[in-house]
């Protein structure tokens, strides 16, 4: 049941509380099916709330089938209570993938890096960042003596307001823009600004794993949204936001990772205003919009943007410095204050000295120079990988930017063991699943082009093709 309060609010009764916060704890596998939750009085007196609350929420959870009573003896939890996604028992097929998130992935060395979505450090200007760092402290004698301030450096905010109004005709104000450590951290503090736990999350199927993590954490219920090489299915968005009324959409709308995929214009708009119609807020997470082959992507969800459901979280990650760990996230004011507290709680704002040394950089003409060598370089690499690629009977669709290919290998191949063969052979990629809410694509792999040099490139490729091969052979003669 809802209270409303005197400012005409509705707040949840400390009863719900206490019902989500059990339900979110079976729900992580705190206690197993069966097994007994703590007794009304020890959680009462663990919360420090009455114990008729804790009644009440137990009563409910019993009404909900999420736990049962026996007589005399306490509430244990009903079967089927644990998130389906998070069955971590279910039988290993392979020791390692099984567990894999993207970070243990990343963890194994390896030779042949096709896991990581990162560009090859030779490709960026670090000898530029070196003899610059000097300069900065000459600008800025005091630059680490002092915080930045939890929203960020304002000459670096007033220069991206002027180059998001240039580039993507979108009018924020420096107020309106909060720098974070890297959109990794724009995308947990958003989900601790606007996920409670329960709450309905649209998410792409597949996407970025650790966006997957991060919502799952904050207890979301997640509902996956298949992109393709058109975009979405409006239709399932809408028929989601009608039955489920998520919180919000994450996505990746602009050289989508894993896919590469690019949302066409006319869809970008509609998305808008449906999210506008239900109230449910984009989480635009645009990455890759800068590193394009040919033309430059369709302007970004948060241009449509009118009623202020937009959120873009712009990271400058990839191809300037990833150890600087720069992001902007552009939101409308109401928003901003409650983002700025949840900023200043976690780190009270991103190092000084890394936004300088970022906004001297992305100032000058030579982040331009940079942009169009890089872009070149990475087609070359996709190009390499495509070429031997081509060899086989796997399948993709060709982005027209980003840093990977989404590969689909035939049913034969078994991934799983096709992981755990190349890590013997210091090759590395990234399996399907992992970037799959459903954990299922098990038939598809995320292979990076932009980490290793052309000749390792080829190599890799060359190598994970024979081992793919020889595995298909072992299966099929078995
Ligand atoms: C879609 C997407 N979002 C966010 C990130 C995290 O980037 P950052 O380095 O800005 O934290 C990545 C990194 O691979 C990514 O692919």
Redesign the pocket.
Known sequence: MERVNGGGTQVKALSEHVYDYIWTRIQRGEWREHEKIPSIRLLASELNVHRLTVFKAYQRLKEDKKVYVKDKSGYYVHPGGLLPFDDLDSPIVSSYVQKSHLSEIHRVPATYQFSY??IDPNLLPNRYFSEYVKEIFDLYPKVLSTYSTVQGDEELRHVLARHFAHQHHFHVGADDILIT???????DLLARLLIQPMDAVLIERP??S??IDIFRQQGAKLLPVDIHPNGYDLEQVESYMIQHKPRLFYL?PTF??PTGYTIPAKQRKQLVELAERHRCFLLE?D??HDIYFDREPPLPLFSYSTEGYVVY?R????YVA?GL???AVCLRPALMKHLFTLKALSDNGSPLLNQKIFLHYFSSARLQQHLEKLRIALNVRKSIMEEELSLTDWTWSSPAGG?NLWVKLPPSVPMDELLAKSIEKSISFVPGSICDPLKEKKAWMRLSYSYINEKQLREGVRQLIQLSRELNHAHTHF
Do not use: E, V, W
């Open positions: 979505a990162l450590s890297g959109s990794q951290q724009a995308i996407t970025y650790a966006a990746n989508h990772n997470d990455t890759f979280i990271s400058f990650s990839k990833p760990r720069i992001a840093l």
